[in-house]
């Protein structure tokens, strides 16, 4: 059974840094791109960072490039959202989710539950 | 980056009802786009991708169509637990965007 756990979030005030993680089970997980996608609260959904399966290519949406950094470690089946420079709109549940590729179309398979950053002083 | 438009953002509906929810995107994305379903408090499901492909064990009453710029989801019969959030996101391009969502109601 595929299995995305998130991890690491919190309060945390404004200009600090959290990292979150994702625990990946049930797959292999060097075999697959990964997503962070978040929500703010009762806002949609927007997508955060993408990850090739060995780290080599990363993509960020613009609002958190230069401050966010997706990353990945295969040997622990993990994958990583490193925040820093954390502004009030950052506040939002953050999901790791799983890219599912068939032929040359893709979609996100597989999400975790959640893990909730709160921005605030 | 790639706008995409829903419409409505939300709709009142009965059960048994055929409803209909529409993405546009701004520019052509091929058949590079998903639909998801979201409960609240829940995170999305995935139900179809490239377009119109329906996601293994989604069931047979959501369909999609649509290529290019227009796209749509389709409920042929509404039931109780597909009261929920929809959304579109295109996956044509980095960055890839959601639209805003469609919310289904009870009538």
């Known amino acids: 059974e595929v299995q995305l756990v998130e991890s690491g979030g919190g309060l945390v005030q404004p200009g600090g840094s959290l990292r979150l993680s994702c625990a990946a089970s049930g797959f292999t997980f060097s075999s697959y791109w990964m997503s962070w996608v978040r929500q703010a609260p009762g806002k949609g959904l927007e997508w955060v960072a993408n990850i090739k399966q060995d780290g080599s290519e990363k993509y960020h949406v613009d609002s958190v490039k230069g401050r966010f950094t997706i990353s990945r470690d295969n040997a622990k089946n993990s994958l990583y959202l490193q925040m820093d420079s954390l502004r009030a709109e950052d506040t939002a549940v953050y999901y790791c989710a799983r890219v599912m590729i068939v032929a040359t179309t893709t979609g996100l398979d597989y999400w975790g539950q959640g893990t909730l950053v709160t921005v605030s002083s | 980056a790639i706008q995409m438009t829903q419409s409505p953002s939300s709709l009142s509906a009965s059960v048994g009802d055929r409803v209909t929810v529409t993405c546009r995107a701004s520019q052509g994305i091929r058949n590079d786009l998903g639909w998801y379903q979201q409960k609240p408090g829940k995170a999305p499901k995935f139900l179809i991708y490239?377009?119109?492909s329906l996601q293994s064990g989604v069931p047979s009453r959501f369909s999609g169509s649509g290529s290019g710029t227009d796209f749509t989801l389709t409920i042929s019969s509404l039931q109780p637990e597909d009261f929920a959030t929809y959304y579109c996101?295109?996956?044509?391009?980095?960055?890839?965007?959601f639209g805003q969502g469609t919310k289904v109601e009870i009538k």
């Open positions: 490239a377009a119109s």
């Open positions: 996101l295109q996956d044509y391009n980095s960055p890839w965007t």
